[in-house]
């Protein structure tokens, strides 16, 4: 049997002294978080690495994993920080929220060299330490909550722009379908039209021969005008006269 790592037996240690409230708030914590940003459910910070990664889900998972964790929603915390470590472990999608959290940096510097001109003393401080005091005011506790806040703001903007998009999308699909199915139907229409027509064909063809036959049939309920014939004594009616001689 292979002998227990330095790391494992940290481990053991550390889920001993944990106590079932500390297992309880770590539900809380995970369950508060931004669901866009799987740093702040890892509770990491944007610069880690994938190993830190790694090592800080096997901390918490085990942490909240429901056969140990007898919190009602452990199942539900356990789950997003396996979504968490899986998006930052997948390439294309730690490219996609590093390339936010980079833009959220850049609007923040933006705003701060619009306060240094302001500022004569701190703009002259910076330009004296050559940028170290910028680097040190980035590495501070509050442009970190305020690069959370801002990755927040600039993730939510994007979702919503995706879902829009997505909405438009299945808009557009759906009136495509239904001009297929109109159209299907009117195709559907036509060729009734055709059979039911080639269907009477005969029927026609029938009719007409009897009416080359026998002229036209006298429509039930229509009077028929009298027939002009040559006088005939036998005939009550007035006749048309006949010309003689």
Same mark, same amino acid.
């Given at each position: =049997? ?51 990664? *790694?090592?800080?889900?096997?901390? +918490?998972? +085990? ?6 964790? @007898? ?9 997003? +920080?396996? @979504?968490?470590?899986? +998006? ?43 940028? @170290? ?12 909550? =305020? ?12 979702? /919503? ?5 997505? =909405? ?18 009117? /195709? @559907? ?18 009719? /007409? ?17 009298? *027939? ?18």
């Amino acid at each position: =049997m292979a002998a227990e790592s330095e790391e494992e037996r940290l481990l053991k240690s550390f889920f001993l002294e944990v106590s079932e409230v500390e297992r309880d708030n770590e539900v809380l914590r995970i369950l508060s978080c931004f669901k866009l940003n799987p740093f702040e459910h890892l509770n990491l910070p944007f610069n880690s690495s994938t190993d830190d990664v *790694k090592k800080q889900y096997r901390k +918490l998972s +085990l942490l909240v994993h429901p056969d140990k964790c @007898k919190h009602a929603q452990a199942k539900e915390a356990f789950a997003a +920080l396996a @979504k968490a470590q899986q +998006l930052l472990l997948d390439p294309q999608e730690r490219e996609y929220i590093l390339s936010q959290v980079n833009h959220a940096k850049e609007e923040l510097r933006s705003k701060r060299k619009k306060e240094l001109k302001k500022d004569n003393a701190t703009k002259i401080k910076s330009l004296v330490d050559e940028g @170290k005091y910028e680097h040190q005011y980035e590495q501070s506790d509050e442009f970190q909550q =305020m690069l959370k806040l801002k990755v927040r703001e600039i993730l939510t903007e994007q979702e /919503w722009r995706r879902r829009k998009m997505q =909405m438009r999308i299945s808009e557009e699909e759906g009136r495509l379908k239904k001009d297929e199915e109109e159209t299907k139907e009117m /195709w @559907k229409r036509k060729r009734e039209h055709e059979e039911q027509w080639e269907g009477t064909r005969e029927q026609r063809v029938s009719s /007409w021969r009897d009416f080359m036959k026998g002229g036209k049939k006298v429509k039930k309920g229509e009077i028929r005008p009298p *027939k002009l014939k040559t006088e005939d004594p036998e005939k009550s009616y007035v006749q048309r006269p006949v010309k003689r001689g």
